[in-house]
C-alpha cells in the first residue's frame, strides 16, 4: 500500500469520526434530521473505491475498539460490540468494500452526470442498504433469539433514512469525483 | 479526543492487554453457551462486581453504558414481548453481562498499549505480505489528528453558510469537506516519505 493510499483512508476515517460529532443535519424537504456517521461509510467507498474505502472504515472501528469514543453520540470501548445491534457495524466494513467495488465498475469519468449519480447511488444501495441489512438483521437475529422475520420487520423502520442517506451519498459522490477524482478507474 | 481509558492500579489494570483481551473473548463465548437464567444471573453480578471496582463514579460509571443499554433493554423487551419472559431474561443478562466486561476491559487498557498488542498480533500477516504492522499504528495516530482539523473545516464551512445567509445543507457541506480533506492526503503523504517514517523499502504494493 502506498503512503498516499494510507493516507487517504485515514483522512476518510477522520472524516467518519467527524461526522458523528456534528450535529445531525436537516435536509430540506423531510423534517427528520440525518445522523451523518453512517452515510459516512457508503461515501467512503463512493470516493475511495473498495480497498482504500475498506480501510477506512476498518480504521474507525479499530479506533472505537482500543477505547476512544469516535462514534456518534460519542460511544467508544468494547462495549459498543455488546450490544444487539453490533452487526450493523460490522456490517459496515462489508457495506463499504461493496459500495467500492460496485462504483468502480459502474461508474466512468466518461459519463454523463446523471449516469454517474444513478452508478452511485446503485452501488450505495447494494452496499449500504442490502449487505448492511444482512448483517445488521441476521447479527440481531441470532443474539435476540428473534428470529430472522421479527429482526427484519423491526430493522423495516430505518431503510427509508438509509435510502435517502444512499441518494445523498450517490449527489455528494458524483460532486467529489467532479472536484477530485479518486476512484481507481477499472476496464 | 479522550480515550475511555481511567487511571488507576487495580489488578485488572496491571493484567497484560493480551490476556484481558483472550479472557474477554472466553467469556463472551461461555456467555453464549449456556441458556440458564442462574448461571447468566451470577455472571451478570459478577460483571457489576468488576465494573463497580473500577471506582469510576456513579455518573461516569452510567453515561459510559447508557447508549448501549438501551438498546439492549429495547432488544430485550421486545424478546420477552414477541417470544417469551425468559428468553427476554436471558438476551438482558447475557448482553449486559458482556458489555460490563467490555468496558471494564476498556477502562483498564491504554490506547497506546492496544495498539502494541495488535501490532505484534499483524506480525505474521506481515511475513505473507497482507499488511505493515507499524502502519496500523501510523494510521490510527493520522486519524486522531486530522479529526480536529475535520471539525475546524466545518466550522468555516458552516460560518461560510451563515455569513450569505444560507442554510446547512448535506450537500454543500459534505462535498466541499471532503474535498479539502483529501486534497491535503499529498502533502501528508510527500512529508511522511521524506521523514523515512515507513522505512526506506520501496511500497510492496500500490
Redesign the interface.
Known amino acids: 500500500m502506498s503512503t498516499r493510499d494510507l493516507v487517504l483512508s485515514a483522512l476518510f476515517a477522520a472524516i467518519i469520526v467527524a461526522l458523528g460529532l456534528l450535529p445531525p443535519i436537516m435536509l430540506g424537504f423531510i423534517p427528520v434530521p440525518i445522523t451523518a456517521q453512517s452515510m459516512g461509510v457508503m461515501l467512503a467507498g463512493v470516493v475511495l473505491g473498495a480497498r482504500r474505502g475498506t480501510i477506512a472504515v476498518l480504521l474507525v472501528l479499530l479506533l472505537a475498539a482500543i477505547g476512544l469514543p469516535v462514534l456518534s453520540g460519542g460511544r467508544g470501548g468494547l462495549a459498543v460490540f455488546a450490544a444487539p445491534t453490533t452487526g450493523f457495524l460490522i456490517g459496515w466494513v462489508f457495506a463499504a468494500f461493496v459500495t467500492g467495488f460496485l462504483s468502480e465498475r459502474f461508474v466512468r469519468s466518461s459519463q454523463g452526470a446523471a449516469l454517474q449519480t444513478a452508478g452511485f447511488f446503485a452501488a450505495a444501495v447494494a452496499g449500504g442498504v442490502v449487505v448492511l441489512y444482512a448483517f445488521g438483521i441476521s447479527y440481531l437475529a441470532v443474539v435476540s433469539g428473534l428470529g430472522f422475520t421479527k429482526a427484519f420487520v423491526g430493522s423495516m423502520a430505518f431503510i427509508p433514512g438509509d435510502l435517502v442517506k444512499a441518494a445523498v451519498t450517490a449527489l455528494a459522490g458524483r460532486a467529489v469525483m467532479a472536484g477530485y477524482p479518486l476512484l481507481p478507474a477499472r476496464a | 479526543?479522550?480515550?475511555?481509558?481511567v487511571e488507576g492500579d487495580s489488578r485488572l489494570h496491571r493484567l497484560s492487554p493480551r490476556i484481558k483481551l483472550i479472557l474477554?473473548v472466553t467469556v463472551?463465548l461461555a456467555l453464549f453457551l449456556t441458556r440458564s437464567p442462574i448461571v447468566l444471573g451470577g455472571a451478570a453480578l459478577a460483571g457489576i462486581l468488576i465494573y463497580a471496582s473500577l471506582r469510576m463514579g456513579w455518573r461516569q460509571s452510567w453515561l459510559?453504558?447508557r447508549?448501549?443499554l438501551l438498546?439492549?433493554a429495547v432488544?430485550?423487551l421486545?424478546?420477552l414481548i414477541?417470544?417469551t419472559a425468559e428468553?427476554g431474561m436471558?438476551?438482558l443478562l447475557r448482553?449486559t453481562t458482556?458489555?460490563?466486561v467490555?468496558?471494564a476491559?476498556?477502562?483498564t487498557?491504554?490506547?497506546g498499549s492496544?495498539?502494541e498488542e495488535?501490532s505484534s498480533a499483524a506480525r505474521p500477516l506481515e511475513r505473507i505480505g497482507l499488511v505493515?504492522a507499524d502502519?496500523?499504528g501510523?494510521?490510527?495516530g493520522?486519524?486522531?489528528r486530522?479529526?480536529p482539523?475535520?471539525?475546524s473545516r466545518?466550522d468555516i464551512l458552516r460560518q461560510a453558510h451563515r455569513a450569505r445567509g444560507l442554510?446547512?445543507?448535506?450537500?454543500t457541506?459534505?462535498?466541499p469537506?471532503?474535498?479539502q480533506?483529501?486534497?491535503?492526503?499529498?502533502e501528508?503523504?510527500a512529508a511522511?516519505?521524506a521523514r523515512g517514517i515507513?522505512g526506506h523499502k520501496p511500497?510492496?504494493?500500490?
Open positions: 479526543m479522550r480515550s475511555l481509558y474477554l463472551s459510559r453504558l447508549p448501549i438498546t439492549i432488544v430485550a421486545a424478546t414477541l417470544n428468553e436471558v438476551v448482553l458482556l458489555m460490563l467490555a468496558a476491559v476498556t477502562a487498557t491504554p490506547v492496544f495498539i495488535i505493515r502502519d496500523i501510523l494510521a490510527v493520522l486519524v486522531i486530522f479529526v482539523e475535520v471539525v466545518y442554510k446547512l445543507r448535506p450537500m457541506v459534505i462535498v469537506l471532503t474535498i480533506t483529501l486534497k491535503s492526503a499529498d501528508i503523504a511522511i516519505d515507513r511500497p510492496s504494493r500500490s
